[in-house]
């Protein structure tokens, strides 16, 4: 059963777009709010890099309330009654109040010396449920289902953007890797470039391509299941495996199989509710492996569009990468001088060994495998539709 989740967009005082999914009981926002100013945000090219580097200084007055922790409080700015969703909601997406960048962005400051650009993008925060405390393992299936069609959703329309020919969707979650907020939530990035670490995946693509004419991330998905001592659970659209040269200790590779599925919208209904098993099961791992939650960062590595012609790459796979800092219950691993200056990783652990842990962290994933795992397809309602006519279907 296909069911419609219904998309209605309103505005914040200051201009920021907020997209309720879900049901929607007709509030209105607050009409007044100053606009969002950013005078200093730009972007400044290293010239012996070539990279950007985002400079968003009035990021640094961004409210912090991870520790809270446990039990909603006032200062959570994401709970219904908060200044982001002052009405019940199920899951939104808004404009980011901090953001690093902006659709419609300031010129650079004057008198700039260097290289400047625009700091041209998009920010935006996703809520994946009204309740304060829980994770991806913990969302019930309904809500797991909505908040991968909110991701389609958005990947859709900002990778449709020409602007934007990078959409990251992406979590990072506990305090050890900087979240401010502990209220389950993710993010989605949106560039006007590619970044510096995009660049070397396609080029690989590309010569494997030129080189052997094969698809690199086929290779990858055959040879991460021809390694059963790697693999951390199994799926059956998509490969769950510590990688053979991982970064961090703990990091898991959640990759599609299928040649094509290369960004959220290409997945069929059925690889959608075996990526909400995947996920699943991976962070149900972190929760599991030391009887306390792992923090992680979660990257969905999407099809890039190419330079030139704009159209995705063909031969990458959709991926979600975990990437957490632990290399033991008590230890971070920091990213020291010679990966930060090198870019040589050094893992203390071994990756076969890490994956035999992680594969017996959890006895019972509570798979949400069953039949009735449900379609989510997301509605656009028009604007100026009334509340009372927009109508939320429910399975029986
Ligand atoms: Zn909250
Ligand atoms: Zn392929």
Known sequence: MVEQLP????????GRRLLVYGEYDGSALAVEGAAGEWPALHLRRNPLTGAFVAVSPA???RPQTAGAGGQPTAACPLCVGGPELPFPYEAAVFD??????????PEPPDGVAGESAPALGACEVVLYTPTHTGSLATLTVQELARVIAIWTDRSEELCADPRF?????????????????SHP????????????????????????????????SCEVVTSDLAAPERQVVANDSFTVAVPFAPDWPLEIHVRAKRHGA??????????????AAALR???????????????????????????????????????FEFLPPNRSPHKLKVRASVETAAGLFINDTLPETTAGLLAAAVDDDGLPDDPA?????????????PAANIAVPRPT
């Open 7 to 14: 998309r209605v967009e309103l505005r914040h005082g200051d």
């Open 59 to 61: 990021r640094n007055t």
């Open 96 to 105: 980011n109040r901090f953001p690093t960048l902006l659709a419609e962005p």
């Open 165 to 181: 020919p990078y959409v990251l969707v992406f979590e990072n979650r506990g305090e050890d890797v900087g979240a401010t907020l």
């Open 185 to 216: 939530h993710g993010q989605i990035y949106a560039l006007g470039h590619l970044p510096p670490f995009v660049l070397p995946r396609l080029a690989a693509i590309d010569d494997h391509r030129l080189l052997i004419d094969t698809c690199l």
């Open 262 to 275: 290369r960004r959220l919208p290409d997945l069929t209904a059925d690889e959608r509710r075996d990526l």
């Open 281 to 319: 099961a991976v962070v149900h791992r972190y929760d599991a492996l030391y009887n306390a939650p792992v923090a992680y960062l979660m990257v969905c590595q999407q099809a890039p569009d190419r330079p030139l012609d704009g159209r995705p790459v063909d031969d990458w796979h959709l991926s």
């Open 373 to 385: 795992f449900p379609d989510v397809e997301v509605v656009v309602v028009p604007t100026g539709v």
